[in-house]
């Protein structure tokens, strides 16, 4: 619980002008950033839905709105792209052509372990190489599961990151829906105390593809959301800058990031990292304030 409050608060306290992208270093002591942002080295990003069905919403085609949330993302129009030439940057408008960011569903299924598995172990007894385990969308249906996990009751959906911080590539991407506390719609047929599925969707795909929280209010990837609001099932600009700053080179690779001394999944360390990424209910900053 306190290790997710401490993250939740520097994640608030972003400077107010806009998109974050979630990088391979913490910010200097002067809030500059620095290391890379993290991406997907390949824009294919698969994913796949839990099968089973969300309470009150049996007879919904789920898949149907995740599909749409992250065309959301993927169709994406970015006003200037930088395509490779020789390995080197050359720019080249592409207003009208899409960011090349594809989300590939999969059949839906039983999730696979959150996270990803240590598939080669060093001399020393860390692990060197770390593989996806598959990239789900979770649904919580238990008791417990958020607090047992030491998460607030009032997070209404989290995604964990799993990324190599010395190539500042995510390897591992999972989504959490907590069905068991919190009840999910289909806006505008929502009433009191239910969250709108797909711009809950919408945010955390966008956690899926390394964006950060921003300070916009009225982004998508804005940390707190309201009861029965839908207005994250639509990007602003906010969203699209960022989201064009990190998928609209064909040309990357991360050069300021750490070397590999050794690989932890599960904690935040020299090699890879794991990301928790909340999304809240407004009563936690209201309460704040």
Not at 29 to 49: Q, S
Not at 56 to 73: H, N, P, R, Y
Not at 153 to 160: C, E, F, N
Not at 192 to 199: A, F, I, K, T, V
């Amino acid at each position: 619980m306190k290790k997710l409050v401490v993250l939740l608060l520097l994640l608030v306290a972003q400077p107010a002008t806009a998109w974050e992208q979630y990088r391979t270093l913490p910010l200097g002591d002067n809030g500059e950033p620095r290391g890379c942002g993290i991406r997907w080295a390949d824009n294919d990003v698969p994913l796949a839905l839990e099968a089973t069905p969300l309470d009150g919403l049996e007879t919904v085609d789920i898949q149907a709105i995740a599909v749409a949330s992250g065309a959301t993302w993927q169709n994406v129009r970015c006003g200037l792209c930088q395509v490779c030439q020789n390995g080197q940057e050359a720019p080249q408008a592409c207003a009208l052509n899409p960011l090349g960011l594809q989300l590939q569903w999969l059949p839906r299924g039983k999730p696979t372990a959150i996270g990803a598995t240590c598939t080669s172990v060093k001399s020393d007894g860390l692990c060197d190489t770390v593989t996806g385990n598959g990239n789900w969308v979770n649904i919580i249906h238990e008791k417990g599961v958020w607090q047992a996990q030491g998460v607030s009751s009032l997070v209404v959906a989290l995604t964990v990151l799993t990324y190599d911080r010395s190539a500042g590539e995510i390897r591992d991407a999972d989504v959490l829906l907590d069905d068991w506390g919190h009840d999910f719609c289909l806006a505008p047929d929502c009433t009191s105390g239910e969250y709108d599925l797909q711009s809950t969707l919408t945010h955390e795909f966008g956690h899926v593809l390394g964006l950060d929280h921003t300070t916009d209010l009225e982004a998508t990837m804005y940390v707190g959301a309201d009861p029965k609001e839908s207005k994250k099932q639509t990007l602003n600009d906010d969203d699209i800058s960022g989201i064009c700053h990190a998928y609209r080179t064909t040309c990357y690779a991360c050069t300021d990031a750490p070397a590999r001394s050794g690989c932890q999944a599960s904690s935040m360390g020299n090699g890879w990292s794991l990301l928790l990424l909340a999304l809240v209910w407004a009563r936690i900053r209201r309460a704040r304030n």
